[in-house]
């Protein structure tokens, strides 16, 4: 069965730059979530998007950004990049009325220098 | 906001014995998600709850939600090596946003 797809698993940037992180959702799923997770920590929820519009958002920071385009994929703008940035950043997606129930994505790996 | 807590938050056990992981949290949720997480990988799924009194059963693992106790556990019966994961609930507050637990990390021993 079709999973979420996320690109790049890998990512190395230096402090003060951009990077952009995406997100393929499974077919059919109409909702996509946003976390990051830290070393040791549980993922923290940053921001989701239902049917191409923000429906929440978490602690995301001001330099973060994000957008769920026509075809439900989703895409994370980082900006300013800080050290405290490097995590691994999950997207999981959703099929509303099925237990909300959330599907997560393999992740990327994001290290900043 | 809602809090989620786990705990113990390491558990080390030895093969073949039981133990179970509780999830705590702190306002009202109908809905409770159980995930294993291996070192550097992402979150499977493991149980949805979505009821009080909700059990669910796949192999050695167990869950239950207790929606007037706000609690949930996750059971481990016989345990095998293969368990060896960080276990995560998280609940689903009214906006429909999730909220993880702090995460059990279980290193079962031959």
């Known amino acids: 069965a079709a999973g979420v797809i996320q690109s790049p698993r890998h990512l190395i940037k230096e402090k003060r730059e951009t990077a952009t992180l995406k997100c393929y959702p499974i077919?059919?799923?109409?909702?996509v979530y946003w976390y990051q997770q830290g070393p040791g920590q549980d993922p923290q929820f940053l921001i989701s998007?239902?049917?191409?519009?923000?429906?929440d958002k978490g602690s995301i920071p001001d330099r973060f950004s994000a957008q769920q385009f026509s075809d439900y994929h989703s895409e994370l703008n980082m900006s300013s990049l800080e050290l405290g940035d490097s995590a691994l950043y999950f997207c999981?997606?959703?099929?509303?009325?099925?237990?909300?129930?959330?599907?997560f994505g393999p992740g990327t790996r994001l290290t900043v220098t | 906001e809602l809090k989620v807590e786990q705990n113990p938050l390491f558990l080390s056990m030895q093969e073949g014995k039981n133990y179970t992981i509780y999830c705590n949290y702190s306002?009202?949720?109908?809905?409770l998600y159980w995930y294993r997480q291996d070192p550097g990988k992402s979150l499977e799924s493991l149980f949805v709850l979505l009821s009080n009194g909700a059990v669910k059963q796949e192999g050695r693992l167990m869950a239950s939600l207790d929606t007037k106790a706000r609690l949930s556990t996750l059971h481990i019966t016989a345990a095998v090596h293969d368990l060896s994961a960080t276990y995560f609930c998280?609940?689903?507050?009214?906006?429909?946003?999730?909220?993880f637990g702090t995460g059990t990390s279980l290193t079962v021993i031959p």
């Open positions: 999981a997606s959703s099929l509303p009325g099925a237990g909300d129930e959330q599907y």
């Open positions: 306002t009202t949720s109908d809905r």
């Open positions: 998007f239902y049917e191409k519009m923000q429906s």
């Open positions: 077919p059919r799923h109409d909702t």
């Open positions: 998280a609940a689903l507050d009214w906006g429909n946003q999730f909220y």
